[in-house]
């Protein structure tokens, strides 16, 4: 309840959100945003992702998680391996 009001607070301090706004954390946040967004938009044009039905999306997203998982898997062994 107190969070609620704090950030209500915050959001409504238009000098702060301007101030943040400006900074380069954000600035550089946002652009890596917008980047991440433009190359994913990219393969999946190239992958013929866009208007694919979404059962086969849904396929392609369950084997991109797998490969994911079993990529950070092979991480965690590679690395404890080197110790």
Known sequence: MVLGAILRYLANNEQLIQRLADSYPLRRAAQMVLSAYYRGKSVAEQQKLIGMTPDRLQQ???????????EIENAKNDLSRKK
Do not use: C, D
């Open 60 to 70: 392609a997203l369950r084997s991109f998680k797998s490969n994911v998982q079993k």
